[in-house]
């Protein structure tokens, strides 16, 4: 294993991630945990527990993302999801093209130009209809696993309609679905439409150009992947470890100082 | 026993009172000089007459009733009429941006939600008519009209809101209808059609004021209004020069004036000591961001109760917003007024706002100011409650990246109600803008 030689943290919403890259850029070590709301001590935690991992007694330089980004100590740099994510997919993929990033309270669309740096990008505002969220949300509602919904949605042999667009209202249809006696996994099926609708929209106000890349725990999703595919004609590439596209990101631009 | 009170709150006492403040407003300004930690150089000057100014005005408010006629006006109304019948007018508009700014404006608003008023509605409408039923005003009171004057050219919520200024005052209304502009120029039955809309305030006007309208003081007016448009434009332009002498937000701030006082003397005046005060900082090579990085235009009304802390974060990171659509309404339109030929030359101006102008027509007037000002980036305020100005802006903000081939940012909030405004997700964006335009 080559030395780390830069450290970079995505502190989401939901996940919290750190990497380690060696001085070439590649991916050497990295953790991830559920974000918890002393995201100070958190983030700090997760940067010693990584240094232990890889016997360093002295941190390399470290570069922040995510929300909580302010909130890491010791940063060369504090960079947005949206810079740190085009880095992060353009050198893991070595092209550009559109990114999608469903996180767990915002979704971005990233369209990344041939030279890796972002061109244009849209964001979700004030609803959490597209984001991973909406998706957690309901699998409690519906007493599944997060992890089990993809799956459950491309077995469903039926598709219920979910036409609404907030995860709240969602709810309530949900609700009025089982009680009509709606299958499970059609009402699945049709959250995970509603919410690829959303996103095919916003990446569609980028000017989505292929291929279509995804990031982001949601990424993971197979359904999520297969809608995708099926809304724009395009077929969806998904980065080594989507999840840590934004630490990866951000431990770049650490390396480049 | 008004025109006692006029004559000594406001002539004898409220005058001299407002200029010494402003002395001693400028003496601090003189000495603030910018420390090296501060992104922004110390405010213009002028800022301080302009207060004295706007001050002026609404203390005067508080004591015309009985003594000048008052009317109130929209924003895009042929005021210059009514100015040269020797008006007071009233800008309720301009009277909701202050209490934006004096950040009043919420519970306004929720003062016009609880009379029943959607929270869809203008922000500005709805700080106005909450100040109106609940007579909360940071100016201490506005005057009652005798008159009022509403012209569609910036909105058709105007209409409605004036009915309603109209059902709870009791006075007349005049409304001036501007057909839509789809084309460069307007097509001659649309001009004579609003020249007879302006010669028809003139009657109305005159009952009001009980005072006869004479078509040379009229020119007069606008004469003087040209003159100060053409002064504002030529200072908005300064901001060509790089490093920038000012931001977008000083003209957010100094734009008062030129709104509510056009046509009086010393409006052209002021702006004429504040375009030599940003000609000393060319001279100087002072600019109004101190490391100009970035330059940025912006689009739609400001965010009111945001301008500093906006102009701050963004000054901090090198980005100076050096032009805006908005300031911009106020003086693209001085090269149509003509006094010679003030009805139809006047016609032509209040068909001509951006606002009155199809979304191609102001894509194209945001392609000539990115290039006229060297703009690295746009943005474009999408504002909740002002649909005129926003509709339209997904295509134009599209033009801008994809024919322009600057990065632009749509960027959500309201003019007036900061409850459409979140300050973490408007950050972020902001940020991933910058770090844009870094490259």
Redesign the interface.
């Known amino acids: 294993m080559s030395a780390p030689a830069a450290f970079g943290i995505d502190a989401g919403s939901t996940t919290c991630k750190v990497v380690a890259v060696d001085a070439a850029g590649e991916l050497v070590a990295s953790r991830l945990e559920p974000t918890r709301p002393r995201l100070e001590e958190q983030a700090a935690g997760l940067l010693a527990a990584l240094c232990a991992d890889l016997g360093l007694a002295v941190p390399p330089p470290l570069a922040a993302t995510g929300y909580g980004r302010q909130l890491v100590r010791d940063t060369a740099r504090r960079v947005t999801e949206i810079t740190c994510h085009a880095r992060g997919a353009f050198r893991a993929l070595g092209h550009g093209g559109t990114l999608v990033d469903i996180g767990g309270q915002d979704a971005k669309a990233i369209r990344i130009g041939g030279d890796g740096r972002p061109v244009d990008f849209a964001m979700n505002d004030k609803c959490a209809a597209g984001t991973g969220r909406f998706l957690e949300h309901a699998a409690a509602r519906l007493g599944v696993e997060v992890a089990d919904l993809g799956s459950r949605a491309l077995a469903a042999r039926a598709e219920e309609r979910i036409t609404s667009t907030c995860t709240v209202f969602a709810e309530s249809e949900i609700i009025s679905l089982i009680g009509r006696g709606a299958d499970v996994d059609a009402i699945i099926r049709g959250l995970h439409r509603s919410l690829v609708g959303r996103i095919v929209a916003m990446a569609h106000t980028v000017g989505l150009t292929a291929p279509l890349i995804l990031s982001g725990g949601v990424a993971l999703n197979p359904g999520v992947r297969a809608m995708m595919a099926e809304a724009t004609g395009m077929p969806v590439v998904l980065p080594p470890s989507p999840q840590l596209l934004g630490a990866y990101g951000a431990a770049l631009l650490a390396l480049e100082g | 026993m008004s025109r006692l009170g006029h004559l000594v709150g406001y002539r004898l006492v409220g005058r001299p009172g407002l200029r010494l403040q402003r002395q001693r407003e400028e003496r601090r300004l003189e000495k603030d000089s910018a420390g090296p930690g501060r992104p922004l150089a110390p405010p213009l000057r002028s800022i301080a007459r302009m207060r004295e100014m706007m001050s002026r005005h609404y203390l005067e408010g508080r004591h015309v009733q009985g003594v000048r006629p008052v009317a109130w006006v929209t924003s895009g109304a042929p005021t210059e009429i009514l100015t040269s019948l020797g008006f007071f007018v009233v800008y309720p508009e301009n009277h909701a941006a202050l209490c934006g700014a004096r950040r009043r404006a919420q519970r306004l608003c929720e003062a016009a939600e609880d009379a029943g008023y959607s929270r869809d509605i203008c922000s500005y409408a709805r700080t106005d008519i909450g100040s109106l039923l609940s007579g909360d005003t940071p100016v201490g009171r506005l005057p009652r009209p005798d008159l009022l004057l509403c012209c569609t050219n910036i909105c058709q919520t105007v209409l409605y809101w004036y009915r309603v200024l109209a059902d709870h005052f009791g006075c007349p209304l005049v409304l001036v209808d501007t057909p839509f502009q789809y084309g460069e120029e307007p097509l001659p039955h649309e001009v004579a059609y609003v020249r007879r809309q302006l010669e028809a305030i003139v009657p109305a006007a005159e009952r009001a004021a009980r005072r006869s309208f004479s078509e040379r003081r009229f020119a007069l007016v606008v004469a003087r209004a040209k003159e100060a448009s053409e002064t504002w434009l030529q200072i908005l332009e300064r901001a060509r020069h790089r490093p920038s002498p000012l931001t977008a937000f000083d003209s957010f701030t100094h734009l008062g004036p030129i709104v509510d006082l056009r046509g009086e003397e010393a409006t052209t005046a002021y702006y004429r000591e504040m375009l030599a005060e940003v000609d000393r900082r060319i001279a100087a090579g002072v600019g109004a961001v101190r490391h100009e990085r970035h330059r940025v235009l912006w689009d739609n009304l400001p965010i009111w109760y945001r301008i500093g802390p906006l102009s701050q974060w963004l000054a901090a990171r090198g980005v100076n917003v050096v032009a805006s659509t908005y300031a911009n309404a106020w003086g693209e339109l001085a090269p149509l007024m003509d006094p010679a030929d003030p009805f139809e030359s006047m016609a032509r101006v209040y068909l001509h706002p951006i606002l009155n102008r199809s979304a191609g027509q102001k894509l194209e007037a945001m392609r000539r100011m990115v290039r006229d000002y060297s703009a690295d980036g746009v943005i474009l305020h999408s504002d909740r409650s002002c649909k005129p100005y926003s509709l339209g802006q ?1 295509d134009q903000r ?1 033009g801008l ?2 024919q322009v081939g600057v ?1 632009a940012l ?1 960027l ?1 909030a309201d003019h007036n109600d900061p409850r459409a405004f ?1 300050e ?2 408007a950050a ?2 902001l ?2 803008f910058v ?2 335009m870094d ?1």
């Open positions: 997904i599209d990246v994809n990065p749509l959500d979140a973490e997700q972020g964006r940020e991933a770090e844009m490259g």
